[in-house]
């Protein structure tokens, strides 16, 4: 837990046994198991293997956390915006959400403001922005052009989070994320294809540093 | 020319002496030579072959235009918009303009207005179109996102052109080629990376016949 | 609707519940909802859900068209020409055609009529252009040796539309689309691999507009 | 020679002096010498050390043959078609004719004969099969096309030569030869790009093969 | 017909019934009804269909031949060896031979004889070429090296017929494909990967005009 | 500037006399022009320019900053690590650096620490902690595998910079990017090839938030 | 089994019967048949066959070794490391160390110790030295860093045995696969990913030529 | 040291003046500096800068040895075999051996015996056997199918060294590398395209250790 970061169990890769094991010893250890890409199949296993614990299920986002009944998350003061650019980015955003979340950050949500239907963006981006949040994250398939206009539009750290939506040449995030990686707005890092883990853990890492120089501040 | 369009000498894959040869006959049969993709070397040669001749050098675009003394320009009643991401997309572009002005088309041109500076784009986009334009062009390099931005906007069909502006991962065209595949505004079509020629040929395919339509109206 | 252009639902990616809502909606807005790339087992249960509409299914291109009983589809007097290489491509030409008539254009086909058939071509190809065809879509996977041929041939814009036929190197359409962007016949431009929604509406645009070019004409 | 082709020096890769020792070895041993793919600055000094030899320089196609004085090259009846889609594809289409030439075939050319112009190819195309060839390559860039529409057309096999000319996506004759292999054409097979060498020696072997035992049979 | 090679109803891409009566109309034209690439579940009811007819199934290769029952095959005279470097390439390897038969050649096999286990290679190709072979098909996946091996050891033309087994980089038959149009040995041309179709068709299109000669010789 | 972030001249796609001008236009603006990737040839045109202005040229980073007399940068107190693997990337590493330093920050640089060597980068890293570092750039090339290491030991954002150094696959840089979008190690986000521009303001962004909150508690 | 190297089923591509006589042929010869990729489905019919056999399964590795009753396993006194990055990618690992230890070796394995968590690393790999290990297969996914790093580490040959685990851009090992051939540790030289086969072979090879020698001093 | 590995100074991303001082860190501290992938434009400077020293330069190569007067090489009494596939690899073949005669190897050649000429290898490898080889590195461009005939004969671990010998599809090296990752015969592990240093080191730790068993043995 020195890396701020917590152990997430990669569930894709995994026996549903397998699973339950290392779940049992990260709560033994720290109170709380997050797994995520989930296989179908291994979720109803394991929520009746941990019904004496809290179980939040994500099931689009493919994703779980288990609490031990005792556990309490801690609150940062860091305030992540979340957007993606079509429904079916969603669940890829809700991981990166659920993961910044489990690091004690709040989260806004801006859902289906893609470029094209790019008016439905300018409002809620403004309102964000009011509200001092210290990175965002867009989630965005196919043409994934999103990131780079919202990157021209603030004044904050972005990280692209191309998703594997879209099909035909460039298809399952690969022009989402070739066209992030050659953004022409500056302040744009990435992360790979559907790893709304690692957007959530990177952007929580800057929204947290933020608000603790924040906390101080206010001590 | 029962094509309504022009034939184009590609320079790169030929010498001096077979583009002169090239020029000599299409001048003859029509009146006018166009050659693009000139190799540098090319274009002194060219210029004192044909100086009896009207030459129109476009050096950034590498695309030389030869007209016959008495050769005129038909004008079609086409409009056609070009746009540019930055500047570095700006010699493709003309190229593409460059065509579909010899096709008979008016151009109105708007450069430099890419998504890192959106704002940039919203006003002269606004005035295209109340000029009834028939067909837009955008190209773009990089991150290759502004045709899918334009297409979100526009109600006329719009070509994506884009160019091998860029480097790294899906550089050199190659995301901005894909994002524009990957598009999801409907209504962009593509060519070709730094097809400007392909470009301006399509747009001027559509914009005559729409004006064809029109002057059969105003008869 | 602003775009004229029809929303389109994606199936592919949500589930159906999801679907259901989302045609509801539009139902409710225009009239009529339009769903692409529907997982087969969405088919049943959408038409169950909308038994008092009227559906049109397409099943082999997986595509569905709910009206409320009351909707009335206008004619723009747009002439889109739809062509096929092979048999296999046809549910993707449906698809496009599709669209567009839903764009209330007038479709006329042509099917498999491939490079290794060509002669099977030339007579239907030139019926089609005696009926003055405002644009044409070519599908064709494989090879996608087509729409450069039938581009050389006819002096309308051509929308190339690579399928996801072939195996092998190049298979799944890569080398339909690439042959495509590669054409030495000016006049076509592409959209994306089994992209027929993005066919038709780019082809429904430029029809619509010489159709309303030709409207005002005739009064 | 048992092969029944001839070896051929690879220039591209070799210093000067090392060609000139090699073409040495092989005018001992055979009384001529091919080499393919030089390197412009190696012509001359090559032209130099064998001026007492008949010296054949095919610049545009960068080979050369260097025979014996005393070399009387076979003459086997096996007669070869080359066909190039474009004027640039025209050097390639030089080097496998060279090749098969040397390995004794009767070649008959017809050049610029490409999918945007194919109402120039059926009329020679018919004269090439009235004089009973053996084989044809076909040799394009770009969209490389036009083998898949000559093998559709033909009953004799095809040899589908793809050159290095196209810019963009797909460019350097990657298309080509993707197209290529995808062919519906059946009878079409391929040689890598640009390897004119590999496209004559194919089609060199199967004409003789077919011309000897035309020979046994006119005895 | 005319072409020498019969019409193959390619399997994979339709549904049961469009084969059926696809399978009907070549049988009534022809006599016989080819299918490759036969999806398993199309194999029972295919053979139910015509139980009247003779069927030959080729389940491992998903190939099918329907005869009428008062079919005759010609036989050409046209003699084709087809290797195979692994066992796993046999099914692939097969599909060549029998269109090659359907086209009436008498086919030698030889199998198994990869670069692993060279030494039970020389024996069988040593019989094959006294065997007066017109040309040989070499079946390869993994590091498709056999057919390279195989073209520097005889004087015939052979054809390269990589084949999808092999897993990691390169897999799936790319590595195959690749090294045999890399190929030093000359005399190599090749069909896509899994194209037993291509490989035979093309085989007996030389092996037939090879046999024809050879026929009118014996007159 | 609303952004946070300076505009950057990217050299390599204009003509000096381009740069020239636009270089003018920010120093009347902003005081200040910075030109990345400037091509060898322009260095001196502009050096000579602006030589009443102060001029900073990094020759290796093809970087040059031209400052107005009166300019004074600001500092932010926001504090960056710059780390390159070998010595080959640390030319990237320095753009990053330049960009950043320019952006107000303080930089620590540790060069030439790649796995090659790892005892050579712990004592200096736990340094750079010790100092509170608040976003850590990681520049290197070939296998890339030094940002991920680097992530696994700090608590603080990391920035992938990969560099094109390397040959043969996954050279130029692909693999180095490919394995840090692949990293297992959580907070690691990062910008395309070579892109010490974009890595240099996504940096700054980050640590002068942090600066800003740390300010505002200082008061 | 003059190689030194056992003769292994590849399972993936062959029925269950066709795999049944293999084995059987190779249990009449040698004593015993190693299975490898083995598909789910043919597990229980071999163990069912073979009941007579002394079977070992390992199932995440789709692995099995069948041996007659007197088979007897020579010991080498070959030593091989075999170190997995993460616990996902122990089972291409095992399959490495079983064909080794079939091959006479003996194996030390340290599993789940990559760059995200390094400092579990060095304890075990200190260990490995000092019990004179001929050489080490490092086994990993995602980032594949860890081979890089262990090679800058020991004075030992590197075996890289990438894994396909990972997901998005380089994902399914390519990234591992490219990171391992572009190491700038010198020492390390890879297989193709999930071949653990390969490495196992290739490792011990080099561990009994050492051990034979070693064989000799202690004579 | 302490690896067993020399450090090579990578000539190619340096400056001449950069690898002078490298140069004279390398010779002060180990007596002997190793320089790879030279500019040719830095031999000559070198020369110059050393011509106090004993000077190895392998033009070919681009590889460059500096020994201080006093260096005496060790003989550790390994033995590698180097086998190049055609005379154009020749060059990367002798980086290979250079490397690994500087770590004391002793280096038995076999040139040009690819398998357009196998027959050419069998007698060569046949003495090199029983000469007991330790390990061999088979260097091969183009087809790169050499590594894995040769590894089918031999019971030694065998090096692939892919060469960027080659044009057209999998040119440079690519089809060579995936070839020889594909390999059917188990033994063989790569390194990257023209990595000779990597090969030799590679092969002279194998053959250093077994060569270390061996005198063990005799003392
Ligand atoms: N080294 C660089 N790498 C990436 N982008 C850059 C670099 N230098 C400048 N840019 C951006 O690239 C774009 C170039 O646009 P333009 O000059 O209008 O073609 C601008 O948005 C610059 O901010
Ligand atoms: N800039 C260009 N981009 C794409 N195609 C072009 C361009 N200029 C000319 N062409 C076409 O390229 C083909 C070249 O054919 P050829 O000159 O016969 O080899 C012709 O069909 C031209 O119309
Ligand atoms: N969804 C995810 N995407 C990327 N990495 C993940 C994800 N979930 C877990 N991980 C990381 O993946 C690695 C899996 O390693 P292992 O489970 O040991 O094979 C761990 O470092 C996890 O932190
Ligand atoms: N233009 C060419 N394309 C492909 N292969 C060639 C060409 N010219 C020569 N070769 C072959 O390339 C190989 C070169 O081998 P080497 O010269 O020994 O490196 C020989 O097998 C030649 O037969
Ligand atoms: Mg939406
Ligand atoms: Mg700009
Ligand atoms: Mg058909
Ligand atoms: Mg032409
Ligand atoms: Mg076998
Ligand atoms: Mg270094
Ligand atoms: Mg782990
Ligand atoms: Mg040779």
């Avoid at 970061?5 to 894709?12: F, N």
């Avoid at 549903?16 to 033994?28: D, K, N, V, Y």
């Avoid at 709380?32 to 929520?47: C, D, K, N, Y």
């Avoid at 008016?119 to 922005?129: I, N, T």
Wanted: aromatic share 4%; proline share 5%.
């Amino acid at each position: 837990q020195w890396k701020g970061a917590p152990e997430v169990i990669l569930g894709a890769t995994k026996e549903t046994a397998q699973i339950i094991s290392m779940a049992h010893g990260l709560l033994e250890g720290t109170g709380r198991a997050i797994i995520s890409r989930l296989r179908p199949e291994s979720i109803l296993p394991l929520q009746t293997e941990f019904q004496a614990y809290t179980v939040r299920t994500l099931a689009a986002a493919r994703a779980m956390v288990i609490y031990r009944p005792d556990y309490i998350r801690k609150q940062t003061g860091g305030h992540i915006g979340v957007i993606s650019a079509g429904t079916s980015d969603i669940p890829v955003a809700e991981e990166a959400a659920l993961i910044a979340e489990e690091m004690g950050c709040r989260i806004t949500t801006i859902y289906d403001v893609g470029v094209a239907g790019l008016h439905r963006l300018f409002g809620p981006l403004r309102e964000l922005l009011a509200q001092e949040v210290d990175v965002i994250i867009v989630a965005a398939g196919m043409d994934g052009a999103l990131p780079s206009v919202v990157t021209g539009l603030v004044p904050v750290p972005v990280i692209g989070l191309p998703t594997s939506i879209g099909y035909g040449l460039g298809g399952n995030g690969v022009a989402a994320l070739l066209t992030m990686l050659q953004t022409c707005a500056p302040g744009l890092s990435v992360v790979n294809i559907d790893n709304g883990v690692g957007a959530g853990i990177t952007a929580a890492l800057i929204a947290n540093r933020v608000a603790q120089a924040r906390e101080h501040q206010s001590q």
